[in-house]
């Protein structure tokens, strides 16, 4: 099993940055996979970025430019970089894990981020 943990949501003026942590914790050596989604309220879920044990990133054409994930294996983290935040990325941002051979996959409990003045 795998338990993921958030941190670093708040709240934070437009045009501000935060960075987000996400550490992984139990059978790591499994992931292949790490994403953050985020859901904001009254619409669905959506991916943010991703990362494999590779570095290879992805990121859907909305989030491309104001958004970076990284990941330091040493420490089993995964980070999410924000930048020139704006209302609209109010949301609540959530961690996900994906696993070799496996449909299955692990979410963390979420981190609010708030962007208002």
């Known amino acids: 099993q795998v338990q993921l943990v958030e941190s670093g949501g708040g709240l934070v003026q437009p045009g501000g940055s935060l960075r987000l942590s996400c550490v992984a914790s139990g059978d790591v050596f499994s992931i292949y996979a790490m994403s953050w989604y985020r859901q904001a309220p009254r619409k669905q879920r959506e991916l943010v970025a991703a990362?494999?044990?590779?570095?290879?990133?992805h990121y859907p054409d909305s989030m491309k430019g104001r958004f970076t994930i990284s990941r330091d294996s040493a420490k089993n983290t995964v980070y999410l970089q924000m930048n020139s935040l704006k209302s609209e990325d109010t949301a609540i941002y959530s961690c996900?894990?994906?696993?070799?051979?496996?449909?299955?996959?692990?979410w963390g409990q979420g981190t609010q981020v708030t962007v208002s003045s």
């Open positions: 990362i494999t044990t590779s570095d290879s990133t």
């Open positions: 996900n894990a994906d696993f070799l051979g496996s449909d299955a996959s692990a």
